[in-house]
């Protein structure tokens, strides 16, 4: 039965029917496939994750718990209490307000006080509605069965950079859900649309009420989306203005609400001294010390609070006062030291681009290609699009560039997301062509075989291809050859510039792998510089225990480096590749309470270590530093004081500490173990500062 | 005119505009003086729900009455937007202080 006899109802294979029934009701297979995905990935999702408050510092677990207790007792919101009943405080004024709101709204509904189990499960709730929905949203946009597919497992696999990051997956979530309904609202334009736009916006501002722009992605891309469809200044502006309404309604309006109803009810003005959001200078300013530098900024929070304390002595962290003393003092660097400020900035340009080499390669290599080659029709699409998800770009690697490029969700969020939403729509750019060129073949094919003139699309495909006399390998080299062309849109290389467009497909991606390449021992050293340890000139308290490593260490002691010898009197240790891998692993020994130094003579020769104090019982460190190569060891020691309650077995633990590729060196020559008196001041004691202690990072 | 003649009632097209954007009116401020910081009329979010849904109310009867292709159909859906934007913020206030009752509100 040739495909001739289909059209004039002849019976097709079984096989082709399921193709068939699969092309016609391809949407709603598509949400299937959806669901059931996402019930895997919800198995997946509450097996896996622990510790989903990890990504929140000590600092803002404390508040969210001191909030939660409040609004168990009744309480008003952002307000923790004191000893007394009168005694109120206010919580978050140097955070974003919404997470400090919702978190323990949930726990008092939900009757729990556990932040980690909330917090996974809102993560779960948040993120996997978007396993049901990309397929079908993807599909929509890109018309690529295979980017449909291939969405929801891309997915899950890069929800574990974010599920264990407190509630700083936000920025991401928020990417990931507006973003492809921008792509969507712009596809099927009309100007009525733009109300949908309405409701997007004020999802955006819930999502920057809990980690700061969150939505100003989205919004940048709504406000381009105004600006290319609708004509005329006269009707953008309002559409403009009612989007910027609706953006600030929760973020700003509602948050300040909240917080001035607040006050209202404790009696006390906890309100205005505070900016309205995330401190913003404290970060900037903070952000000039990523890399080592000799004018002593860097990323800690009590660094800024003494530079805004020498600019202005009233100004306490977070108010008001004192942001505008760190402005000023961001822009006096900024005068005096241009070209350091200048070099900060593109080093770390340079690691943010590094990050999206290192997570998403293909990214970087095929978004220039699917941009300037192909059919100025299907480049200019692109095009648009990717303006559209720019703004998402912009604001991601901006935070990275202005504060701290780390990747950590905590600042990455956003450019990972974007960087994972582009990854999705290119797979959708390379696989939509290939998908039409393979239906186009198989039509012509079936004509230029005398069968039947059959529209072939997704509906039919199935009926021709198998169908049960088709000579299928017929078509092969109608296929195979036009695929590698067809994916970037044409097999025709022509137009104006070509030849210039050709060159930016090569060097834009040189530029940002060269970029990677040269910023790497950058990141190292910022990583390490921001993480290291104190070194002291002399020895404090009473000698309890001495080990002289220069000749070996202790045969009880575990040594698990690469290769330990003996060079001119010290001991020099290459470390295994394990990025936190144990080295030396002494033996227990059992100290009464008491306050500790563990003093260590030696240095990094390369890379960087950990050393400290582990408890024998529970594995895990009392107290620990880092060092790294980068520091001026000159006859001084590697310290970690300990202080212990009651009677504990411990042991004394050297780690790696590895940012990249490279093992560490380590040279040693002693090992001290010092008790020290009851007014032994080691260290500069300013930990905390501000009238909350703590802060913001 | 023929003497005696009815004359329509027709209102002066100023005041007609003015009409028009009572309900926007209304919806901006509700959301300013929720939470603007430097608004001179202060709203609890509860007063400032009524006044939402009361702007809402009247800018959803002027879209149903004024044809979609006038410009004062735009400024109606326009007021109804704002309503609805600063009903929801004034109930994301609300909803923070409903464990502490009215105590709080």
Redesign the interface.
Known sequence: MGLGDISAGGQPTALGHIVAFTTVHLRSILIAYGIVFASFGLVRLEHDIHGAEAGLSPYRLTQLASSIDL??R?????TGAGQSPASFYPIAVDDDRGGF?YVP?AA?FLKTRDIGELLKWTFILFFVPLLVAYPLVLYEITRSVVAAIAAPPILLGHFAFLETSGFFWMPAWANLVLLPILLLVNKHWRQSRF?LL?PLA?IAS?ASSVRANAGLGFMIGALVLIILRVKGWG?RL?MIA?LL??YL??S???????Q???DE?VGHDFT?PYP?GHPLWHNVYLGLGYLKNPYGIRIKDPIAAAAARREDPAAAFPTKRYESALRRVYFKTLEHHPTFVAREYLIKAGVVFGSAVKWFPFVIVLTPIFLLLGRPRERRRRGVELMLLAGAGLVGASTGVLVNPERVAENQSAWYSFLLLLWLMVLGWFARPIEEVTFTALHRAAKRTARVALVVGWRNVGRVFFARDTTWWRLRPNVGGRLAWSSIGSSRFRGRNRFFRLALVVLIPSAIFLAEASTNSSYAAASYWNAEGPLLAQGYGRVIADWNVESHLPSDWVVSANSVKRKQHQLILETNSDRYGYEINSAPRTLRPGRYLLEVSGRVLKGSLRVGVVDDRTGTFIASNIYWSGQRFRGRHMAVPFELAKDAPVRILFTNFKVNDENGLWSLSTIQLRQLDGGCRLFDPAASFGPLGGGPT | MRTGAARPVRIDSFALAIFRLIPLMLGLTALLALGWDRSPLRMHATTAAVWAVVAGALALVEVRRVPRESAWWFLAASALAVSAIALIASLVALMAFIPCGAQCV
């Open positions: 609004v168990d009744h309480g008003p919101p952002l709101v709204l008092h109300w309405i004020l819930f009707m309002p009612l309404l609706a309604s929760i700003s309006f509602a948050m300040r609400a909240i001035l109803q607040r009810v205005s309205n």
